[in-house]
């Protein structure tokens, strides 16, 4: 049987149609997120960070954007839609709710929130004011063979699925991280950062609603100068559906790898199961975006790099515009972002 993507989507707005800014540049998300953005039609009209070193290399690669004097000339302007930001973790709550109270939707880098009291301010705010507070869960949202697993799971290629396997390695590269990535308090512990990434995942390619944490563990194993660092972190889940899910995500990518980390999704269903090579198939070459698909039919592979695009943000630039939630649901964006605080904070400390 022949399984082939549909083709990358095309822009769903003209220019202008749909003005949006970049504010607080603290991570190097907020790149993906605004090319996202712009592929899908938007256009990126201001930026702002107090830094200015951080608004130089962002205009190098967005020469056309203006420089804003301050983060109200953003909040301020009537015509700018959605502000994306990928702020320090701990800020990036405080300033989603400054984002909604100005009348505009918000779009954050994962981890959204370092805390639940966090989640709850966000969440009365989104029923006061009506506005988005939608997350860039990038590991599935921007990576093609995710993508395309999802429409597959949703098709019934694999029959209901029964568990959700993720892995998330990442290279530390300490030297070039901001003193915040090693302040616990500030970036919220491993399983509330990179961890979100696994969960939102098993919730979509599950179908579920609402999950329990059975277990969860992290651990500084290699970084005793960095006391504050978790390097590890595992947890396993249940869905409200029955399905399980368990991941790892650490800091330990040695650097003989070719990229920054070799992440996997195995995706176990009824009547087959997915495997995602997301970034590299190791010591194989052809680059990441691979997936194996095996069924009663036979075996499948399928790279998948150029050729499915990311339908996220055109679905989330067309929400944004019509007020419907087909890109993602508010309800899914903090379920993710709940269960992986949960997750944290139940975490027994391996050493």
């Known amino acids: 049987m022949t399984y082939a993507p549909k083709g990358k989507p095309n822009p769903v707005v003209a220019k202008g149609d749909f003005p949006f800014a970049a504010m607080h540049l603290d991570h190097g998300h907020i790149y993906g997120q605004c090319n996202g953005l712009i592929e899908a039609g938007g256009e990126l009209r201001y930026v702002f960070d107090p830094d200015p070193d951080r608004v130089a290399r962002f205009r190098e690669a967005f020469p056309e954007v203006k420089v804003a004097r301050a ?29 909604m109270d100005a009348g505009k939707d918000y779009f954050t880098d994962k ?9 709850e301010a966000a969440r009365r705010k989104v029923q006061e004011t ?14 093609e063979c995710a993508v395309f697993a999802g429409e597959l799971v949703q098709e019934g290629v694999i029959g209901r699925v029964v568990q959700v396997l993720g892995l998330g390695p990442h290279r530390l590269n300490a030297a070039a991280r901001p003193a915040w990535f ?4 500030k970036y919220g512990g491993i399983l509330a950062d990179i961890g979100s990434h696994q969960i939102e995942q098993f ?33 396993s889940l249940v869905a409200d559906n029955g399905c399980s899910n368990y991941f790892r995500v650490d800091w330990l990518t040695p650097d003989g790898l070719s990229t920054w980390g070799d992440g996997r999704t195995f995706i176990l269903g009824t009547d087959g199961y997915l495997e995602l090579r997301k970034y590299t198939d190791v010591a194989r070459g052809g680059g990441g975006d691979q ?3 095996v069924t009663h039919e036979g075996e499948t592979h399928l790279p ?6 990311f339908p996220f943000f055109g679905q989330l630039i067309l929400d944004c515009l019509h007020r419907t939630e087909n890109a993602m649901t508010q309800a899914h964006a903090f379920k993710a972002a709940e269960l992986c605080l949960l997750a944290q904070a139940c975490a027994q400390r391996l050493a």
Not at 80 to 86: E, S
């Open 203 to 235: 919730l979509t390619y599950s179908g579920a609603q609402d999950a329990t944490v059975r277990s969860a563990a992290v651990a500084n194993y290699h970084h005793p100068e960095y006391p504050e660092l978790e390097d590890f972190g595992e947890a």
């Open 182 to 185: 090693f302040e616990r308090e």
């Open 111 to 119: 981890t959204p929130f370092t805390s639940l009291e966090q989640l």
């Open 291 to 293: 997936l194996y698909l």
């Open 304 to 309: 998948l790099a150029g050729k499915v695009g």
């Open 71 to 99: 983060a109200d000339e953003i909040l301020d302007d009537p015509e700018i839609r959605l502000v994306a930001a990928a702020a320090v973790p701990c800020e990036r709550g405080p300033l989603g709710l400054k984002v």
């Open 130 to 143: 009506g506005r988005k507070y939608m997350v860039y869960y990038s590991e599935r949202l921007h990576v």
